[in-house]
């Protein structure tokens, strides 16, 4: 009965388009399809208003919730409630939870079935078939009702229900006399790729400025933050990164909200660096990755990248014996590869023989980075680049987007005539197929001049570029620079406050 409902609703209720904004009350313009539509970002697959909004709950009134499910409510559901509260808190309401009562309340969240999930997406009129990872990050946010309405969440991943109500938090709106309001209808959305990271340096970085980062990207719908070891010495990791793993990596996996790589160079500091020819640095080297699992992450990075190792040692021993390392402990650990920057196999241009021998030479599940033609994506990387570099190499790369902060020098963006002052990521330069392309999407990201060393402070600006870089990569389709950017200063608008402060996700390494 439950799963058809959902179904019923699909298949009877998308049928127009309506129209809502945050800031006057009047329609804002689909720039792609010339339809009106909200403004969340990133921007939805589908949206389906129905014209209209519905109320809420009163001036300073409390707005009811419930968790429907046979299994128990997933810590990302915890993290999002918290994340909606501060939201109503600016506008002078409350949320009180009912017990699994969903009859009473007016926000409901649903976990589904996968199955269940799947369908709905199918009555949606989606033909594409989703992985696993992508379908567990799909939500349907549904509106109905007359004078008081209802909300209703569904999701077959608690990632995906975290996502919902990311974007539940930028439709609810203050109308007049104080009441809350959202607008009627519903959205069907899912990303285009599921691994879509943003890394930042675990070294250059105090805990509290890294703790920022890392909050700030489930908002943004970034699924993984990358950590990575800019230390003196391989052998005697700084204070920094080793913090930085235990918080971060500790917080993202019992939140639930992204998941963390850990990207080591073992050859940084020579001669304090590991020489893979004596046992004793093998086992070493296994521990500590072993180590960084341990403390939460996800999985790792054999970073050759600007500093590689020791010709003498081949490069595939040295990413076998992270393979045998990490899967040992935890067989659904993510290996990524960056390539050296010099030689005849580097993480930019062609696919060289070099590189598809050792490629040959290390699990399938092993991902390679890849900058594209060169370290920095200045011309349009076409489809067919990208299928010559795979065919040559054997398998698909992980690309590797530089230089994604405002501001800096060579920024991954471009200034908006249209939106005086404004930037936006340079999406036209990347191919809209992303899935079919890469194994996933990576951003050496920052935000600011600073890059790799994070600002003190995440102005609005900074915050709104990132939202168009990630913006691009969970819906290509539909990618509109202008309507990209108009959505992403509203979006910073909404969620500085609510992290600065301290209402949710709070940026102190011991809330973390």
């Not at 790729?193 to 250059?204: C, D, F, G």
């Not at 987007?401 to 200034?415: I, P, Q, T, W």
Request: charged share 20%.
């Amino acid at each position: 009965m439950q799963r058809r409902s959902w179904i019923c609703v699909l298949s009877t209720g998308l049928l127009m388009f309506g129209a809502f904004t945050a800031f006057s009350g009047e329609t804002t313009a689909d720039s792609s399809a010339g339809k009106p539509s909200s403004w969340i970002i990133p921007r939805p697959r589908l949206e389906k208003l129905a014209g209209g909004a519905v109320t809420l709950a009163d001036a300073g009134g409390a707005i009811s919730v419930s968790y429907v499910s046979t299994e128990a409510r997933p810590a990302a559901l915890t993290e999002g409630l918290r994340l909606l509260a501060a939201r109503f808190k600016t506008l002078g309401c409350s949320i009180c939870e009912e017990k699994a009562d969903a009859k009473k309340a007016t926000i409901v969240f649903e976990k589904c079935p996968t199955e269940a999930m799947a369908e709905i997406l199918s009555a949606g009129g989606i033909k594409e078939v989703l992985e696993p990872k992508r379908l567990a990050q799909a939500y349907h946010l549904a509106v109905s009702g007359g004078g008081k309405g209802r909300v209703t969440i569904r999701a077959s991943g608690s990632l995906g229900l975290y996502y919902g109500i990311v974007s539940l938090v930028q439709l609810v709106e203050p109308a007049p006399k104080g009441s809350v309001r959202v607008p009627a209808g519903e959205i069907l959305d899912w990303p285009e790729i599921a691994l879509r990271l943003a890394k930042t340096s675990a070294t250059e970085n105090a805990p509290a400025l890294a703790n920022r980062f890392a909050a700030w990207m489930p908002l943004c719908k970034i699924s993984q933050v990358g950590l990575q070891f800019h230390g003196a010495k391989s052998l005697e990791p700084d204070k920094n990164f080793t913090a930085n793993v235990e918080v971060i990596c500790g917080w993202a996996r019992r939140s639930g909200l992204c998941e963390t790589v850990v990207y080591f160079c073992p050859f940084r500091g020579k001669p304090d660096a590991y020489d893979f020819r004596r046992p004793e640095h093998k086992a070493a080297y296994a521990e500590l990755l072993q180590g960084f699992l341990a403390r939460g992450a996800h999985g790792v990075e054999v970073d050759y990248n600007d500093w590689p190792g020791n010709p003498e040692t081949p490069i595939e021993d040295v990413i076998n014996l992270a393979c045998q390392s990490v899967w040992q402990k935890d067989p659904a650990a993510y290996v990524f590869y960056c390539p050296p920057n010099t030689g005849t196999s580097q993480y930019r241009g062609p696919a060289s023989p070099e590189m598809a021998r050792v490629l040959s030479k290390v699990p399938a599940q092993v991902w390679p980075l890849w900058t594209g033609y060169a370290t920095l994506i200045t011309k349009p990387l076409e489809a067919e680049t990208v299928e010559a570099w795979t065919q040559a190499a054997g398998r698909r790369p992980f690309v590797w987007v530089n230089r994604v902060a405002l501001g800096v020098k060579h920024e991954f963006g471009r200034a908006l005539g249209e939106v005086p002052g404004a930037h936006v990521f340079r999406g036209e330069l990347l191919p809209k197929d992303l899935n079919r392309l890469f194994e996933g999407v990576h951003f050496n990201a920052g935000m600011g001049e600073g890059y790799g060393k994070l600002p003190n402070e995440f102005t609005p600006e900074s915050l709104a570029y990132f939202a168009t870089a990630a913006d691009y990569i969970w819906n290509p389709r539909d990618g509109d620079a202008v309507e990209s950017c108009r959505r992403a200063r509203r979006f910073a608008e909404i969620m500085l406050p609510l992290l600065e402060q301290g209402s949710t996700l709070i940026t102190k390494a011991q809330s973390l």
